[in-house]
């Protein structure tokens, strides 16, 4: 069982917003690092962020200023919130932790941003 479910995806204009969740199954306070990840058309999945226990993070430098990730280990539950989309932005986005493991990918939930 995928441990991770997606959810908040949806078609967008350029400069809007989305709020995507990731829902997990168990508890992810033990898990050192929680990540986004995106997979474009015809591109290979990347790294988005993630976030580590104590607070350190990492941004790619395209949604450096854009794109914010915050986990609630009391939750379960890992977002990103993402505001000013672009064109480029559109993808399925996914949830796992950093560095991946590949029984963690999920569906993935997919973000268009098309005007």
């Known amino acids: 069982q995928v441990p991770f479910v997606e959810s908040g995806g949806d078609f967008v204009q350029p400069g809007e917003s989305l709020r995507l969740s990731c829902a997990a199954s168990?508890?992810?306070?033990?898990?050192?690092?929680m990540a986004w990840y995106r997979q474009a058309p015809g591109k290979q999945r990347e790294l988005v962020t993630f976030?580590?226990?104590?607070?350190?993070?990492e941004y790619a430098d395209s949604v450096k200023g854009r794109f914010a990730a915050s986990r609630d280990n009391a939750k379960n539950t890992f977002h990103l919130q993402m505001n000013s989309l672009k064109l480029e932005d559109t993808a399925v986005y996914y949830c796992n932790t950093f560095p991946s493991r590949v029984n963690f990918w999920g569906q993935g939930t997919q973000v268009t941003v098309s005007s």
């Open positions: 976030i580590a226990k104590g607070g350190r993070f």
């Open positions: 168990r508890n992810i306070s033990n898990i050192y690092a």
